[in-house]
């Protein structure tokens, strides 16, 4: 099956610690992003990546991290910096930016998520 | 509608009915558009989407009509069923727009039995 997968589905950590996020896609896209959503809220992108080793900063970068050291795989690391961390975080994917030829969709495609819980 | 704080608007239907959903946008340079459907604690799902070429596209038992002019964009649902309920978020594009996504705040949908 193809698809994009998310783990774990929940996650706790104390304070002050660092926590990496995994997100695989076996749809072959050059293009991942990650999302932020709290209760009751839209989605607030993080980052997002167009290629392999090239990534670029969302909107609420600050106290993130990524790599895309392969095309199937863009991890999140929430590091302590992040205030707030604690939130329902969801990954997706798409056609490159690069890879278009024209008409293509923009559909971006997500994982199940993961819910981090920090106390 | 509108969002108030952190409290997403909210429609509540009778199964059976027609549901309307309805999105502002503010980039007048949006030229593609998306409708997803989230259901709790899981990753949003597409449903459909319009180019802006185009006023209206319909899909199964959706229809989704753009209006450009005052940047409107809906999403309509006919026989709503309790398999709907659920949170809609428009999202737009633009060609050049660097191939990212800009989502709206949601709209949750409640079908009463």
């Known amino acids: 099956d193809g698809g994009i997968t998310q783990s774990p589905k929940y996650l706790f950590r104390k304070e002050g610690q660092n926590v990496t996020l995994s997100c695989e896609q076996n749809l072959n896209h050059d293009a991942m992003y990650w999302y932020r959503q709290d209760p009751g809220q839209g989605l607030r992108l993080i980052y997002y990546?167009?290629?392999?080793?090239?990534?670029q900063k969302g909107d609420i970068a600050e106290g993130y991290s990524v790599s895309r050291e392969k095309k199937e795989s863009f991890p999140l690391t929430v590091t302590s910096a992040q205030k707030n961390p604690t939130a329902f975080y969801l990954c997706?994917?798409?056609?490159?930016?690069?890879?278009?030829?024209?008409?293509?969709?923009?559909?971006?495609?997500f994982g199940p998520g993961t819910r981090l819980t920090v106390t | 509608g509108e969002s108030v704080g952190l409290h997403l608007p909210t429609l509540s239907v009778q199964e059976g009915d027609n549901s309307i959903i309805n999105c502002a946008y503010s980039n007048s340079a949006s030229d593609y558009f998306i409708w997803y459907k989230q259901e709790s604690g899981k990753g949003p799902q597409f449903i459909i989407d319009i180019r802006s070429n185009m006023d209206k596209r319909q899909g199964q038992r959706v229809t989704v009509l753009l209006n450009k002019t005052v940047k409107h964009l809906s999403l309509q649902i006919a026989a709503t069923q309790p398999g709907d309920s659920a949170v809609y978020f428009c999202a737009e594009t633009s060609t050049g727009g660097g191939n990212k996504l800009t989502f709206g705040t949601g709209t949750q949908l409640k079908v009463e039995l």
């Open positions: 997706a994917s798409s056609i490159g930016r690069k890879t278009r030829t024209g008409g293509e969709p923009y559909e971006q495609y």
């Open positions: 990546s167009q290629i392999v080793n090239d990534f």
